[in-house]
């Protein structure tokens, strides 16, 4: 059981979508990681991705899920530890209506929307992907990954980056009104990562519980909810 005198930490979820579906996938992870630890944590995120980084890299956060760009940053700036990694590799993915262009050739030219420019999956890969392929294109930012979908969506932009999880995820009235054109390599997954003024014992606690939640069954059950 989390001990009431002990100091709450914060819990940081990178805003891939809006705080009330972030809230809705990790609030059952950190239900359990509290019973498995007897830490006390409180979600947080941030309005984007870009400010997310900021907040991160300016060492507000306790713990934090981040991708493994930005978490070598987070090392090298704050010393953040990384604690465990999700299993499954990120892939980017490049999204259109259904009546939008057949592949990437039809995006030569137009604006795409992003999360943030540096988004792993969903702008880095993506992004050099239409380079290699030779398509120039115009960027806008919209700060998550479900705004960026949902802007296709309404039909404000004819393309949005993206990654498979975060797709996945959508309302399915969104989802069944777009299609995936473009799917990049797999690059390495997201990161669980500590920072530095967390005492190493026990954020190492902590650790040891998020890479042993997949062996027992409300562990499954709160994991399952984040894919």
């Known amino acids: ?39 006390r944590f409180r979600f947080v995120t941030a309005p984007s991705v870009s400010e997310f980084e900021h907040r991160l890299l300016s060492g507000d956060y306790d713990y934090a ?7 070598l940053d987070a090392r090298k700036i704050m010393a953040y530890r990384g604690l465990a990694q999700r299993q499954k590799p990120l892939r980017g993915i490049l999204v259109v209506s259904r009546g939008g262009p057949v592949n990437i050739n039809g995006l ?7 999360p943030a420019p540096r988004a792993l999956g969903a702008t880095l890969l993506t992004r050099s992907d239409l380079k290699r392929a030779g398509i120039k294109h115009n960027v806008a930012y919209l700060g998550t990954h479900e705004s960026a979908y949902r802007a296709v969506a309404s039909g404000q932009f004819i393309a949005a980056g993206g990654v498979q ?40 606690k902590v650790g040891k519980a998020l890479r042993a939640m997949k062996q027992h069954r409300r562990g499954q059950e709160a994991l399952a909810r984040l894919n």
Request: hydrophobic share 35%; charged share 10%; aromatic share 6%.
């Open 65 to 71: 899920y981040m991708n493994s760009v930005v978490y």
């Open 108 to 114: 030569a030219g137009k604006t795409i929307a992003f």
């Open 1 to 39: 059981q989390p001990g009431h005198g002990q100091m709450e930490r914060t819990f940081a979820v990178v805003p891939q979508h809006g705080s009330v579906s972030l809230v809705r996938q990790w609030q059952p992870l950190l239900n359990e990681l509290g019973q498995q630890t007897g830490q």
């Open 165 to 204: 999880n975060t797709f996945q995820t959508l309302p399915e009235n969104v989802r069944s009104s777009l299609r995936v054109i473009h799917t990049t390599a797999p690059a390495p997954p997201h990161i669980i990562a500590a920072n530095q003024r967390v005492p190493t014992k026990e954020s190492t």
